[in-house]
């Protein structure tokens, strides 16, 4: 444990890999001046093929690790890994802040006029009780189209995000949601936004695509300032990544997801 004042504590943020580095960049807009430990769990992705039981280990493990390094909250920008794991982590530790993500149905419910939503996730996530009671609550009259997408999850993690390569690999699930009827697609999986681009082009202007990182950003800095623990510095935070999986391929794959140049530690065996 450090004598850090709260505030000035780091913040523990993952997923199973690159993905959650689409929500690190809102988290980075919003709380500039924060220390941010980034874990990247390439050891163990994909998770949306895991059984919950896998994934809920893997929670405990990097809380843990997190909690070593005397985090003041937790994001977890991984819609499977919040599906299957965040009441387990908030049961462990309630005294400490964890923010979630879930996907974008609320406002998809909201915008959709055909009642059709498009939502591609991961098996897992779209699978969970907890992505049922959210469509139950948010979107009780609109059909849903669930594709999941592992080979998105896959592509992303390699670095292929964009041109011929990445066009030609979301159009058939693009294309099979939109003959479904769907006006709206949800990306809920945080790997999907890196493909933003990509699926925009092959859905069209028309077709909103939803995504929820600044809402957890938004949460993020809503509970810090709650319990007194938003910091306020001017000089900018620093971030931190690390892996359980090969700190170079994290390295080259992030500083171009993120157009910054990133170095990445291994993750201490103990947590692997
Ligand atoms: N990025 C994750 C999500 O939001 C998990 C992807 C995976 O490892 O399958 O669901």
Redesign the pocket.
Known sequence: MSDLPLARRPIGIY???V??LSVLRDIRTRLAADTLIYVADAGY?????KSRHAIVARAIALTDFFVSQDVKAIAVP???ATAAAINVLRERHPDLPIVGIEPAIKPAAKLTRSQVIGVM??TG?LASPRFRALVQREAPHARIVLQPC?SW?LAVEQGMVSGAQAEALVAPAVDAVLAEGADVLVLG???FPFLREAIAARAGADVPILETGDAVARQLQRVLQECGAERQDDAPGTTRFVTSGDPDALARVASRLLGVPVTADVLPAAYR
């Open positions: 997923d199973s890999g993905g959650g992705v994909p998770y949306g093929e991984c819609n499977t996730a991961t996530t592992p999850v999986c945080t790997h």
